[in-house]
Structure formats: C-alpha cells, structure tokens
C-alpha cells in the first residue's frame, strides 16, 4: 500500500461521527462513492434516504454476502458545569485533546479527569449537548498505522477497497455501534426480505492479545460476547486456509460488534467477525500493523469471491 492509500484512512479519521450523530460520515461515504466508483469494476447502487436514518447500502451485482462497517465512533457528550458523559467506552486520560463545535464556535479542548468524573477544561462554557471527539493525530511509520478511530475508519477504509474490484455483494454502512447499536435490526430486514442475503462478513477493528499479535495477520474471531454459528465460523476458516492469506483465530468471552445484532434479529442470517488487531483500543492512539491491514483488505475480496 502506498502514501495515497494512507492519506483516504487518514481523511476517514478525521471525519467527526460520534455515535448518534453520523451524518457527516454519510456524506463523506456517498460523495467518495459518486466520485470513485466509475474507476470500480462495478458500479454499484447507492441505497440511503429517511427509511435507513443515516446508514447506507451499496449493491453490487447479485449480493451473497453482505458485510457490515459500523461509520461512528467514541466519544464524549458535554453535560453542565465542564462536565463530560461518554459516548460508547472511550479511554479518559487528563490532557487528551479534544474537538467539536456549538454554536459560539469551534472547540479546541483538554479533558480532564478527577476521580472517575470526566470534565472538559477551555477558556469558555461549552452548550450542554455539544459532541467531542478526540483530535486526530494520524501517524505513519514503517510498519505501523497510529491515530484516534481505526476503530472503525480502517473498517471502511477496507470495504472500500474492497469495493473497488467487488461484483457481486453488499456493503452496509451501519450507525450507532459504539453506543448500544440499534440501526443492524432495520438493516438486515431491508437486505434479507429484499436480496435474500442470509450470511454476512462484519468489517471491524479487534483487540491485540496474548492470542493476537501485531503482524500475524487479520483476526477471525470464533466468538466473542455473542457465539456465531460454527458451521458457518467452519466455511469461512476452511476459505481462510485455502486463501493461503496470513490470518489469526481469535477466541473472547467479551466484547462485541454489528454481530451482535445481526445475531438477535429475526432474520437467519449467519455471521463473522474478521478484523485487523489494534493496540491502545478507544484511545487517541489506536495503532494496527501495516501487514494486518493488507491482510483484511486481501482476506475480504477472496471471501466475497468465494462466500
């Protein structure tokens, strides 16, 4: 992957989409699609308006797969009184920075915390309500990729990629994961009643463990705080192996993802969580090898060629 390819992830993490306010990431998402998808091997259809909220659908061809990419983030709702409320789970360290705007203006900002209370610390009162996020400061070495939001940036940055050489398939862009989720339920009813797509990859960020490691390749996870089904979770590592692709198996007994719930829906459909490893989770400082990163990108179009 060259500079260029880096310089989209970096754009993707400086897009400010808090849970619950992911507008912006929306128009990011359907501009870049109107303004690529020519150079794609298929164009695909853009489904979005007041029925999906703020979540989009791109359909290409004849759909078997679908694969979910959560586009919001962490972060902090400004309450009374300089203080803050998380969005989702973020890590609450005294001196990161943070970003927004209300209506006196932008907001350049220092959190603070004080025994387990979380406060924002600038030169003026913030409108209770206003959003926060952490500022970007995206980093690039050799092997390593660093910034705030690769949870999930780099989710979409690969079906992204993906989609530029995708012909048949679905790529739902979901909202609200990090906060409770909500928009999957409506999500799958649309793609299975519609297309009749019953399996689905979810395109995401997971944890480095002591079973996971920096540059071994992109994570399948057998489970986490939800157990998909195994015959489906078998298809997808017997796919794995013959790909010849460096991958991880992953096995947790918490957290979660989109996966969650695709799996209390109503509708059948199976699903798998497979994602690049990051360290310094829910932090300004999330980091993912650059060797894990080709990995998900090659891993995802030789699973939608083959699903």
Known sequence: MNKTDFELLQALCEVFAPSGNELAMKDYLIEYVESHSAQWKTRPDVIHGSAFQDCVILKFG???????????????????ENQLVPIGSPEAETGYELVGEDAMGPIECRLKEEDGYLFYDFGRGIQSGTELVFKCDFRETENYVQSCYLDNRLGIYNVLKVAETLEDGLIVFSCGEEHGGGSVPFLCKYIYEHFGVKQALISDITWVTEGVQHGQGVAISMRDMSVPRRSYIDRILSLAKQSNIPYQIEV?????????????????????????PEDHVHSPDEKVHKKDIQAMIDMYKYLMENL
Request: charged letters at 25%; glycine letters at 12%.
């Open 62 to 80: 004849k759909p078997r797969t679908a694969i979910f990419a959560h586009m919001d983030s962490i972060g902090f709702t400004v309450r009374y």
């Open 252 to 276: 947790e007994r918490s957290g979660g993802s989109d996966g969650r719930e695709i799996q209390a829906s109503p509708y059948p459909i199976d699903w798998c969580f497979v994602g690049a």
